[in-house]
């Protein structure tokens, strides 16, 4: 997590273009196997699946995001919590790879986000049933006039289905791109910490063939 922070401190003195979001990263989840194993396979619920989402906060303990909990991903994860993060830097020519598991974040993190979010991107967590089929193009419009006047001067709480998650990392790599092609991998796997030493995170940092 110390080398992710200086590689995005670096990102963030660079100058970029406004468009351009830096904490964009690409979450990849897997389905779960269905049926039998004799039934023939369903890329679409049990392959792997990804998308972008925004990284909202980290810390030594990972990466966090917030999303809808009903989505096709929440259910995803609340099968199979094991996902991956890529995230492709190209203007210094740099990845990063993240695997782990995700939890969600705790009620408190989740409100303390909500509430500093604009209002029309609370209203649009409550309105938005994320990844359901939308027979009705007008309906979330009609849903949010609704919810203005619903939530007119008062404040918005945050809805139940709506939170972050936390992806706690078992491997990370780190990929700087070189002139010479021969670019650098390193890979850090977490080891299973030790009782008793004091701290409490042990890699194993291995260089990787390009
Ligand atoms: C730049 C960008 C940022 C996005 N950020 C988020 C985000 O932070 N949370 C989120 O739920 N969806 C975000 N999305 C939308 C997701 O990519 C995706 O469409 C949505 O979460 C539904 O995914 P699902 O149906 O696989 O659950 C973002 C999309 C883009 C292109």
Redesign the pocket.
């Known amino acids: 997590m110390d080398l992710f922070h200086d590689w995005f401190a670096q990102l963030k003195q660079m100058t970029l273009p406004d468009w351009f ?1 830096l904490n ?1 990263m690409t979450l990849s ?1 897997v389905g779960v196997p269905q049926g039998a194993r004799n039934e023939p396979f369903s890329p679409h619920l049990e392959g792997p ?1 990804s ?4 990284l ?1 906060g980290m810390d030594k303990f990972g990466f966090i ?4 909990y009903d ?4 259910k995803q994860m609340a099968k199979q919590p094991a996902v991956a993060l890529h995230f492709y830097w190209p203007m210094c020519d740099r990845q990063v790879r993240v695997e782990g598991l995700a939890t969600k974040t705790s009620a408190e993190i989740s409100d303390a986000y909500f509430k500093a979010r604009p209002r029309s991107s609370q209203l649009g967590a409550i309105a938005s049933p ?2 359901d089929i939308v027979e009705d193009e007008n309906l979330l419009e009609r849903t949010i006039s609704e919810l203005e006047k619903k939530y007119e001067g008062a404040p918005i709480a945050r809805p139940s289905n709506w939170g972050g998650y936390q992806i706690t990392p078992s491997l990370m790599e780190f990929w700087q791109g070189k002139p010479s092609r021969l670019h650098d991998r390193f890979r850090y796997t977490k080891l299973d910490s030790d009782p008793n030493e004091t701290a409490a995170d042990r890699w194993k940092i291995d260089r990787l063939a390009p």
């Open positions: 979001e964009a989840t699946s998308r972008v989402v925004l909202k995001f917030f999303t809808n989505s096709a991903k929440a994320q990844s």
